[in-house]
């Protein structure tokens, strides 16, 4: 059995890959909470929910402002 799908490993899937101010990139073009996001769009995580399963992200530049969106954790990629 892999560590993703081990629950008795210490590297299991429900401890989120990316933790809060992290710095994150869209891992493709997507649309979110009414904003076009192209891939490599970056922000940082300001909240997450369930469990790493959705993050608040914070990007700079939409709208001419800083805003929040809500993305799923397939949709972004931790920038390391």
């Known amino acids: 059995m892999d560590t993703l799908t081990d629950p008795s490993s210490s590297l299991a899937a429900s401890e989120p890959m990316v933790a809060e101010f992290d710095e994150v990139r869209v891992a493709y073009g997507l ?3 009414g ?3 192209s891939r490599g769009t970056r922000g940082t995580v300001v909240a997450i929910y369930g469990g790493g399963a959705a993050f ?3 990007i700079v530049g939409l709208s001419g402002g800083t805003e929040v969106v809500t993305l ?3 949709q ?3 920038v390391r």
């Open 76 to 78: 972004i990629e931790p």
């Open 56 to 58: 608040a992200v914070e």
């Open 31 to 33: 649309e979110a909470d």
């Open 72 to 74: 799923r954790a397939e």
């Open 35 to 37: 904003y076009r996001l």
